[in-house]
């Protein structure tokens, strides 16, 4: 297919925001905005290096790439609008190929009401996916992860290592129940868009999307917002039947696995009504974890306490209990 029939393949005949003045078709997109504030963010999947065909099909690899992008909107407060595609294809890629990774991203977008208004087509060695997702929230609400405070609550939205689980299934013949939602967890996640979209009326909270493992996310916000934070490990909130994997596997993919999308954030215990209610009404699991306090010495640590009531210094990467 010759680059203007693809383009004409993948642009949407109707076009869902109204802030749209021009889609595809001229050198760029058009859209106004007066009253709120523009979110941008952008992220690129390399074949190889993020995903790998044997455990994604060309519908996953779009699904994923706009999902990641649209996690980023909804960890600054902020809605979801317009996406832009840069993709770089290789010849092993069919037509029928490009058109899964499309339906990938128009399913995604259409989940939470995108439009598609760009993008740029090259051909290359190995696919790669650059996705640049724009969102709106209400001017000065966006949400910062710099904003933790002591005395704050941490929460966390629905269950961790799903995601870390699915991968692993996918590369394993092994029997497990519930691989289904595992699986899914992995190939498509579920953004917490609109419960993050409501969240305006909080005076404050800071917000993270979970795309690292909590581990990692933990000691942003305590770096961000210099503060300790502190997350009791029985209540990191898992799947039931995560209780079929070892001990190891559960503690390394829920403090580790990357890729859940939920959200991590804190609040004050003043306002952690307000967010249960936001929670409840957009179904979103809502989940305390540990609370916040203020740091010794610029010393901004993440502590873990165990089931035993042994407190570790939980470090940005890696695996506790073995080196890679
Ligand atoms: P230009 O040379 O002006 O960049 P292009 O031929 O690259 O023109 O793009 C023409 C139109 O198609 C533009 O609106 C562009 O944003 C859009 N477009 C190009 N490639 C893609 C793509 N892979 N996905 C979505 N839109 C695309
Ligand atoms: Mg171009």
Same mark, same amino acid.
């Given at each position: 297919?010759?680059?203007?029939?693809?383009?004409?393949?993948?642009?949407?005949?109707?076009?869902?925001?109204?802030?749209?003045?021009?889609?595809?078709?001229?050198?760029?997109?058009?859209?106004?905005?007066?009253?709120?504030?523009?979110?941008?963010?952008?992220?690129?999947?390399?074949?190889?290096?993020?995903?790998?065909?044997?455990?994604?099909?060309?519908?996953?690899?779009?699904?994923?790439?706009?999902?990641?992008?649209?996690?980023?909107?909804?960890?600054?407060?902020?809605?979801?609008?317009?996406?832009?595609?840069?993709?770089?294809?290789?010849?092993?890629?069919?037509?029928?190929?490009?058109?899964?990774?499309?339906?990938?991203?128009?399913?995604?977008?259409?989940?939470?009401?995108?439009?598609?208004?760009?993008?740029?087509?090259?051909?290359?060695?190995?696919?790669?996916?650059?996705?640049?997702?724009?969102?709106?929230?209400?001017?000065?609400?966006?949400?910062?992860?710099?904003?933790?405070?002591?005395?704050?609550?941490?929460?966390?939205?629905?269950?961790?290592?799903?995601?870390?689980?699915?991968?692993?299934?996918?590369?394993?013949?092994?029997?497990?129940?519930?691989?289904?939602?595992?699986?899914?967890?992995?190939?498509?996640?579920?953004?917490?868009?609109?419960?993050?979209?409501?969240? *305006?009326?909080? #005076? $404050? /909270?800071? %917000?993270? &999307?979970?795309? +690292?493992?909590?581990?990692?996310?933990?000691?942003?916000?305590?770096?961000?917002?210099?503060?300790?934070?502190?997350?009791?490990?029985?209540?990191?909130?898992?799947?039931?039947?995560?209780?079929?994997?070892?001990?190891?596997?559960?503690?390394?993919?829920?403090?580790?696995?990357?890729?859940?999308?939920?959200?991590?954030?804190?609040?004050?215990?003043?306002?952690?009504?307000?967010?249960?209610?936001?929670?409840?009404?957009?179904?979103?699991?809502?989940?305390?974890?540990?609370?916040?306090?203020?740091?010794? *010495?610029?010393? #901004? $640590? /993440?502590? %873990?306490? &165990?089931?035993? +009531?042994?407190?570790?210094?939980?470090?940005?990467?890696?695996?506790?209990?073995?080196?890679?």
């Amino acid at each position: 297919m010759d680059e203007f029939a693809f383009i004409n393949q993948v642009k949407q005949s109707v076009y869902r925001q109204s802030s749209l003045v021009k889609g595809v078709g001229d050198d760029a997109a058009v859209f106004r905005q007066t009253a709120q504030d523009v979110i941008t963010a952008v992220d690129t999947l390399v074949e190889g290096v993020h995903f790998s065909r044997k455990v994604m099909d060309p519908f996953h690899i779009g699904f994923r790439s706009l999902a990641a992008n649209v996690s980023d909107i909804a960890a600054m407060g902020a809605v979801p609008a317009f996406y832009l595609v840069s993709i770089v294809i290789p010849e092993s890629y069919s037509d029928r190929d490009l058109d899964g990774i499309y339906q990938g991203l128009s399913s995604a977008a259409s989940a939470h009401h995108m439009d598609l208004i760009g993008g740029d087509t090259v051909s290359g060695g190995e696919l790669s996916i650059a996705v640049t997702a724009i969102g709106f929230v209400k001017k000065e609400k966006a949400r910062y992860r710099s904003v933790a405070q002591p005395g704050d609550i941490l929460f966390v939205t629905g269950t961790l290592g799903d995601s870390a689980a699915g991968f692993h299934m996918l590369n394993s013949n092994g029997y497990y129940t519930d691989r289904a939602h595992y699986e899914d967890r992995h190939r498509m996640p579920q953004i917490r868009s609109h419960f993050a979209g409501q969240l *305006e009326s909080l #005076n $404050r /909270v800071a %917000l993270n &999307d979970i795309s +690292d493992g909590i581990a990692n996310e933990a000691n942003e916000i305590a770096d961000a917002s210099q503060v300790t934070l502190t997350i009791e490990e029985e209540r990191i909130p898992v799947r039931t039947s995560f209780a079929q994997f070892t001990a190891e596997q559960q503690h390394n993919w829920k403090l580790y696995g990357g890729e859940d999308f939920e959200l991590l954030g804190s609040v004050s215990e003043r306002e952690w009504d307000v967010l249960s209610t936001i929670a409840e009404r957009t179904q979103t699991p809502l989940t305390k974890i540990g609370y916040v306090s203020s740091s010794e *010495e610029k010393n #901004n $640590r /993440v502590i %873990l306490i &165990d089931r035993t +009531d042994k407190s570790t210094q939980l470090l940005k990467k890696g695996y506790t209990h073995r080196s890679r």
